[in-house]
C-alpha cells in the first residue's frame, strides 16, 4: 500500500512494490527473498531504491533499472541485464563482494510504471 500523496508542489507520490527476488549464488542452494522496490519522487525524482531483508539499501538511477530490461547496462556498482525472455539479473559490487539477484521483468516492468505515473503531476489551471 502506498502513503499518501505529497502535498509538496512536484513531489508526486511514493511507490513501494514487494518482489521475490532469487540470490544466485555459487553453490548450490539459491535463495528467494523478498526485496521493496521503492520510489519516492519527492527526495530522489530520478532514482529507485532495492530494501533486502537484511536493511542493505542499494540506490540507483531509474534509468538504469529499464535500459536493463532491454540490454545489459551498468552506472557505478550497479548492473542490470535480461536473462532470458521473463528474468532479470541485478547485479550489486561491494567491497565485501558482489551480490547477483534475478527478478521476473514483468515485476520490475510493473514497477517502473507505477514510478512514472507516480512521478506525473496533473496540470490545475
Same mark, same amino acid.
Given at each position: 500500500?502506498?502513503?499518501?500523496?505529497?502535498?509538496?508542489?512536484?513531489?508526486?507520490?511514493?511507490?513501494?512494490?514487494? *518482489? @521475490?527476488?532469487?540470490? !544466485?549464488?555459487?553453490? $548450490?542452494?539459491? %535463495?528467494?527473498?523478498? #526485496?521493496?522496490?521503492?520510489?519516492? /519522487?519527492?527526495?530522489?525524482?530520478?532514482?529507485?531504491?532495492?530494501?533486502?531483508?537484511?536493511?542493505?539499501?542499494?540506490?540507483?538511477?531509474?534509468?538504469?533499472?529499464?535500459?536493463?530490461?532491454?540490454?545489459? *547496462? @551498468?552506472?557505478?556498482? !550497479?548492473?542490470?541485464? $535480461?536473462?532470458? %525472455?521473463?528474468?532479470? #539479473?541485478?547485479?550489486?559490487?561491494? /567491497?565485501?563482494?558482489?551480490?547477483?539477484?534475478?527478478?521476473?521483468?514483468?515485476?520490475?516492468?510493473?514497477?517502473?510504471?507505477?514510478?512514472?505515473?507516480?512521478?506525473?503531476?496533473?496540470?490545475?489551471?
Amino acid at each position: 500500500m502506498c502513503p499518501p500523496e505529497d502535498s509538496r508542489p512536484g513531489a508526486g507520490r511514493r511507490v513501494e512494490v514487494r *518482489a @521475490r527476488g532469487l540470490v !544466485v549464488t555459487d553453490g $548450490p542452494l539459491s %535463495r528467494r527473498v523478498p #526485496v521493496a522496490l521503492r520510489y519516492d /519522487p519527492g527526495a530522489e525524482p530520478d532514482g529507485v531504491r532495492f530494501v533486502f531483508p537484511s536493511g542493505t539499501v542499494w540506490s540507483f538511477p531509474r534509468t538504469l533499472l529499464e535500459a536493463g530490461l532491454r540490454a545489459p *547496462a @551498468r552506472r557505478g556498482d !550497479v548492473e542490470v541485464w $535480461p536473462c532470458g %525472455r521473463a528474468q532479470t #539479473v541485478v547485479e550489486f559490487h561491494s /567491497p565485501e563482494g558482489t551480490d547477483v539477484v534475478q527478478f521476473d521483468s514483468s515485476a520490475l516492468t510493473r514497477f517502473l510504471r507505477r514510478t512514472y505515473d507516480a512521478a506525473t503531476t496533473p496540470v490545475t489551471r
